[in-house]
T-cell receptor, first 110, second 115 residues
Framework: RKEVEQDPGPFNVPEGATVAFNCTYSNSASQSFFWYRQDCRKEPKLLMSVYSSGNEDGRFTAQLNRASQYISLLIRDSKLSDSATYLCVVNPNSWGKLQFGAGTQVVVTP | DAGVIQSPRHEVTEMGQEVTLRCKPISGHNSLFWYRQTMMRGLELLIYFNNNVPIDDSGMPEDRFSAKMPNASFSTLKIQPSEPRDSAVYFC?????????????FGDGTRLSIL
């Protein structure tokens, strides 16, 4: 079993719609969690950290469910510029190596 | 503030040649990571350093790959001799560790093509 698993998509989303997707992680002792976005042929960029209580950053909402070991990302009012691959990232301890999911591709269409 | 700086941005060379990739981490970050990304294998961690000391090099594919971090502001990843299967995008990332719960910041990457 992979350490971090994501639905690869693509999720085809009309502009202005809401899209949500999850990832699951295997290490129940994982310490911290992030969503990164990666545009085609670009570097991964930190989108947001994920906190236990859930958190929002503008149109983006992240949730963490430790009991079920999954993380979710919801994008409201999708923009064309939201088209990207979203990487679920888990820190299994308080330092060092991160575990990256393979990414979920989101395509926002006009 | 300057982010992680990598050079060169692109490298095209013939197999058998030595390739050296360079990275300058964000000032004050004490951890540095080298990754490789391909369509087939995704993002792979090659090696990481903490306070300039290599901590885990289990991802380095073979002896042709080596990495150094002589000081807190500079690291190199060297491939010698290079092979066509080494063609990939190589990313360097840095982190301030506990302060950001381990979040890493990536450079623009080096796109390496071995002919």
């Amino acid at each position: 079993r992979k350490e971090v698993e994501q639905d690869p998509g693509p999720f085809n989303v009309p502009e202005g719609a809401t899209v949500a997707f999850n990832c699951t992680y295997s290490n129940s002792a994982s310490q911290s969690f992030f969503w990164y976005r990666q545009d085609c042929r670009k570097e991964p960029k930190l989108l947001m950290s994920v906190y236990s209580s859930g958190n929002e950053d503008g149109r983006f909402t992240a949730q963490l469910n430790r009991a079920s070991q999954y993380i979710s990302l919801l994008i409201r009012d999708s923009k064309l510029s939201d088209s990207a691959t979203y990487l679920c990232v888990v820190n299994p301890n308080s330092w060092g190596k991160l575990q990256f999911g393979a990414g979920t591709q989101v395509v926002v269409t006009p | 503030d300057a982010g992680v700086i990598q050079s060169p941005r692109h490298e095209v060379t013939e197999m058998g040649q030595e390739v050296t990739l360079r990275c300058k981490p964000i000032s004050g970050h004490n951890s540095l990571f080298w990754y490789r990304q391909t369509m087939m294998r995704g993002l792979e961690l090659l090696i990481y350093f903490n306070n300039n000391v290599p901590i885990d090099d289990s991802g380095m594919p073979e002896d042709r790959f080596s990495a150094k971090m002589p000081n807190a502001s500079f690291s190199t990843l060297k491939i010698q001799p290079s092979e066509p299967r080494d063609s990939a995008v190589y990313f360097c990332a840095s982190s301030d560790g506990q302060m950001s719960k381990g979040a890493q910041h990536f450079g623009d990457g080096t796109r390496l093509s071995i002919l």
